[in-house]
């Protein structure tokens, strides 16, 4: 998907005077779904080696992921100020 908002080109590219048909610009869009959003497999994709794949809600995913990311996360989880959701996933771990 591109997104662009012409007006605001010429305050983005350097002023020489004259505007080149090759320049593009391109900008990262993030999105995700809400929290609370249960995320599961599709059918055809539920069960690897025979082991069926759980539904995770969204934001305890991403949160379980970044604490076990993150050092000073880490650190706060190995010292029991931070808990992880019940079933999280290791690092890198999509159900």
Known sequence: MRLIH???LPSWRP?????RSEERYSFPLFFNVDYHTEVRPLP???SRDGKQRPALRAGEHLFAQTAQTFAY???RVEAGELLLPDGSQE????G
């Open 6 to 8: 012409y007006p605001l």
């Open 44 to 46: 055809q994709f539920a």
């Open 91 to 94: 690092i890198g771990q999509f």
């Open 15 to 19: 002023a020489t005077g004259c505007a």
């Open 73 to 75: 996360l880490r650190d």
